[in-house]
C-alpha cells in the first residue's frame, strides 16, 4: 500500500505561481510512476500531468503544456507539481495518483493509489 499527501494548494492571483508536493509512505516511489489530477466543481477528475517510474518520460495535458512542471525526488519519496502563469481556470482540487511501474498513464482509472487533494484557487 502507498499513502499519498498532497500539500502546497492555496490562493494565488492569475499569473502567479504554485509548488504543489505529494508525499508517499508505506513503499519507495521509486518503482512508481505518479500522476496528477485536478477536478474542479461539477466536472470530472482530468489529467494533468505524469512521469513514468524510471523518470524517462513525461506527459502534460494541452492545457498545461509550458506552464505546469512534473517532478519527483525518490530520495524524498515525494513527487512535485510546479504551477507557474497560473489562471483562473487552472482553479481545482489537485491530487496526486501513483501505480507501479507506470509508464504512460492519463486515465483516472489506470492509477491504483491517491492522495486527498489539495485546493488551488486563482483569482482574476
Known amino acids: 500500500q502507498v499513502q499519498l499527501v498532497e500539500s502546497g494548494g492555496g490562493l494565488v492571483q492569475a499569473g502567479g505561481s504554485l509548488r504543489l508536493s505529494c508525499a508517499a509512505s508505506g513503499r519507495a516511489l521509486s518503482s512508481y510512476g505518479m500522476g496528477w489530477f485536478r477536478q474542479a466543481p461539477g466536472k470530472e477528475r482530468d489529467f494533468v500531468a505524469a512521469i513514468s517510474w524510471n523518470n524517462v518520460r513525461t506527459y502534460y495535458a494541452d492545457s498545461v503544456k509550458g506552464r505546469f512542471t512534473i517532478s519527483r525526488d525518490n530520495a524524498k519519496n515525494a513527487g512535485y507539481l510546479q504551477m507557474n502563469s497560473l489562471k483562473p481556470e487552472d482553479t481545482a482540487v489537485y491530487y496526486c495518483?501513483?501505480?507501479?511501474?507506470?509508464?504512460?498513464?492519463?486515465?483516472?482509472?489506470?492509477?491504483?493509489?491517491w492522495g486527498q487533494g489539495t485546493q488551488v484557487t486563482v483569482s482574476s
Open positions: 495518483a501513483a501505480k507501479r511501474f507506470l509508464t504512460q498513464a492519463t486515465r483516472v482509472d489506470e492509477y491504483d493509489y
